[in-house]
């Protein structure tokens, strides 16, 4: 399976709203609701943001969101923070039995 | 505190074998299916193999089917990793990770926990 699609990059200032998509096809985002977004920072281990779409993990910002429309996943952050730059990931069930992430998006506070 | 540590990289030979393991505390291992996967240098997060929680049911991704072992001991809390026939291609550092629920359907899709992750280079 081929790689899901994200911006390679996105930027936006302190206090703004910023949304990542993650673009795949029928057989993998738009055929399962079991989309999930990772925050990475150099380094680092990937930090689980959103899961099953929309789910938000104990402990993450109610300022990260997910959503989907068609077979495009969406990451909306808003409020934007400096602590927010990072790299970020979204991965989705493809069938099979197979999972598969899209190429990340680095996200610049400017 | 829940916890995932991977050990086990290192540097082999093309062709070569290793073994990674990780070993879970904090919680009930068995519960819960896991994770590998490892991310190349410079390069985006690649999913490679998930287990059941039982160790009944693994899957493989096709960059590794055939080459790569999951399993796990539920006795000893350990999931392991055995790779073998490796190639340049396989340079990466290497996560257990697991899901946030217990098992349901599709909640092996999502890694919540992480381990610091294992370095590995094949390099001749």
């Known amino acids: 399976q081929s790689a899901l699609t994200q911006p390679a990059s996105v930027s936006g200032s302190p206090g703004q709203s910023i949304t990542i998509s993650c673009a795949g096809t029928r057989s993998d985002v738009g055929g399962y609701n079991l989309v999930s977004w990772y925050q990475q920072y150099p380094g680092k281990a990937p930090k689980l943001m959103i899961y099953?779409?929309?789910k938000r993990p104990s402990g993450v910002s109610n300022r990260f969101s997910g959503s989907m429309s068609g077979n495009t996943a969406s990451l909306t952050i808003s409020g934007l923070q400096a602590e927010d730059e990072a790299d970020y990931y979204c991965s989705s069930y493809a069938g099979s039995n197979t999972l598969i992430f899209g190429g990340g998006t680095k996200l610049t506070v400017l | 505190e829940v916890q995932l540590v991977e050990s086990g990289g290192g540097l082999a030979q093309p062709g070569g074998s290793l073994r990674l393991s990780c070993a879970a505390s904090g919680f009930t291992f068995s519960s819960y299916e896991m994770n590998w996967v490892r991310q190349a240098p410079g390069k985006g997060l690649e999913w490679i193999s998930h287990?059941?929680?039982?160790?009944?049911?693994?899957y493989y991704a096709d960059s590794v089917e055939g080459r790569f072992t999951i399993s796990r001991d539920n006795a000893k809390n350990s999931l392991y990793l055995q790779m073998n026939s490796l190639r340049a291609e396989d340079t990466a550092v290497y996560y257990c990770?697991?899901?946030?629920?217990?098992?349901?359907?599709?909640?092996?899709?999502?890694?919540?926990?992480w381990g610091q992750g294992t370095k590995v280079t094949v390099s001749s």
């Open positions: 287990i059941s929680g039982s160790g009944g049911r693994t």
């Open positions: 990770a697991r899901p946030p629920g217990t098992e349901y359907y599709g909640s092996w899709c999502a890694s919540h926990i």
């Open positions: 099953e779409v929309t």
